[in-house]
């Protein structure tokens, strides 16, 4: 009977096959939400001065729930451990202590200040949407796959920038403000990637129209990448062996094949 109510947290907290699983996991989607939204007006000087003491409790109540939540997840599975040196639980962990930690430094105005600025790693708490976003994983499954591509494409890039670069630093003068190679290199990549600052063009008539090749170059270059993630997204799509949301009460370890009966981290029986 011990192993009851920890069996029927575990299902709440870890899975979203059941009707409390999804309703806790909306409700702590909405709170994460609150949170970091709490970290950006608090960041308005104007509005915290007004309304400190407003932010001050209802910061107060999200780290008390957050607290609870992240013990609840602690007990709930036999491997504590595991959750505790995971990547979602170093965040829980990091992002709530410094509202504890400011406690004992309410005497020390640097100190203080020195906190205020740990208090805004709860603001990763949004990293964990990720998991309440079904086509998340096919996303990141579709960018692991094309992880050699992008690579290859990232390399051409800063080879043609190179040399580029290296071709404005040799048409234009110092005056158009080219006055190195890794500063041409620089506009190479500002002017390819349509950001354009401005703080450097060329001058001749040579200089400005291997710019406009340039520009014309950066809106074919934004296109690679997109449809090599796409072409992956859409196998990963075609893809029948589908992840199901549930976890292991062992390891908590997530991202089950949908046909998967046991733990492809511990071994343990996923139906238990």
Same mark, same amino acid.
């Given at each position: 009977?011990?192993?009851?109510?920890?069996?029927?947290?575990?299902?709440?907290?870890?899975?979203?096959?059941?009707?409390?699983?999804?309703? =806790?996991?909306?409700?702590?989607?909405?709170?994460?939400?609150?949170?970091?939204?709490?970290?950006?007006?608090?960041?308005?000087?104007?509005?915290?001065?007004?309304?400190?003491?407003?932010?001050?409790?209802?910061?107060?109540?999200?780290?008390?729930? =957050?607290?609870?939540?992240?013990?609840?997840?602690?007990?709930?599975?036999?491997?504590?451990? &595991?959750?505790? =040196?995971?990547?979602?639980?170093?965040?829980?962990? =990091?992002?709530?202590?410094?509202?504890?930690?400011?406690?004992?430094?309410?005497?020390?105005?640097?100190? $203080?200040?020195?906190?205020?600025?740990?208090?805004?790693?709860?603001?990763?708490?949004?990293?964990?949407?990720?998991?309440?976003?079904?086509?998340?994983?096919?996303?990141?499954?579709?960018?692991?796959?094309?992880?050699? #591509?992008?690579?290859?494409?990232?390399?051409?890039?800063?080879?043609?920038?190179?040399?580029?670069?290296?071709?404005?630093?040799?048409?234009?003068?110092?005056?158009?403000?080219?006055?190195?190679?890794?500063? &041409?290199?620089?506009?190479?990549?500002?002017?390819?990637?349509?950001?354009?600052?401005?703080?450097?063009?060329?001058?001749?008539? $040579?200089?400005?129209?291997?710019? &406009?090749?340039?520009?014309? $170059?950066?809106?074919?270059?934004?296109?690679?990448?997109?449809?090599?993630?796409?072409?992956?997204?859409?196998?990963?799509? $075609? *893809? #029948?062996?589908?992840?199901?949301?549930?976890?292991?009460? *062992?390891?908590?370890?997530?991202?089950?094949?949908?046909?998967?009966?046991?733990?492809?981290?511990?071994?343990?029986?996923?139906?238990?």
């Amino acid at each position: 009977m011990k192993r009851d109510w920890r069996d029927k947290m575990h299902e709440i907290i870890y899975e979203a096959d059941t009707k409390e699983g999804k309703l =806790f996991d909306v409700a702590l989607l909405w709170l994460i939400l609150a949170s970091v939204v709490l970290v950006m007006l608090g960041s308005v000087k104007t509005l915290d001065s007004k309304y400190h003491a407003v932010f001050n409790i209802t910061e107060w109540a999200i780290t008390i729930l =957050f607290t609870i939540e992240y013990i609840c997840r602690i007990v709930c599975i036999k491997k504590p451990w &595991s959750y505790i =040196f995971s990547f979602y639980g170093l965040i829980d962990f =990091f992002s709530t202590i410094p509202k504890y930690i400011s406690l004992f430094f309410i005497g020390s105005s640097g100190a $203080l200040l020195a906190f205020r600025s740990l208090r805004l790693l709860r603001i990763f708490r949004i990293l964990k949407l990720g998991t309440y976003v079904g086509e998340s994983m096919k996303l990141k499954r579709a960018l692991y796959a094309s992880r050699t #591509k992008i690579l290859v494409f990232l390399f051409a890039i800063v080879i043609l920038c190179t040399i580029l670069g290296t071709v404005m630093f040799l048409v234009e003068d110092d005056a158009a403000g080219f006055t190195s190679i890794p500063r &041409s290199i620089y506009w190479a990549v500002v002017t390819m990637t349509t950001v354009g600052y401005g703080d450097i063009a060329p001058q001749t008539v $040579l200089g400005q129209f291997i710019a &406009s090749i340039v520009m014309i $170059l950066g809106y074919g270059i934004i296109a690679i990448p997109t449809g090599i993630v796409s072409s992956e997204i859409t196998r990963q799509s $075609l *893809n #029948k062996d589908d992840i199901k949301t549930v976890s292991c009460v *062992n390891c908590s370890a997530e991202n089950h094949s949908r046909n998967a009966i046991f733990c492809y981290k511990c071994g343990a029986n996923l139906s238990s």
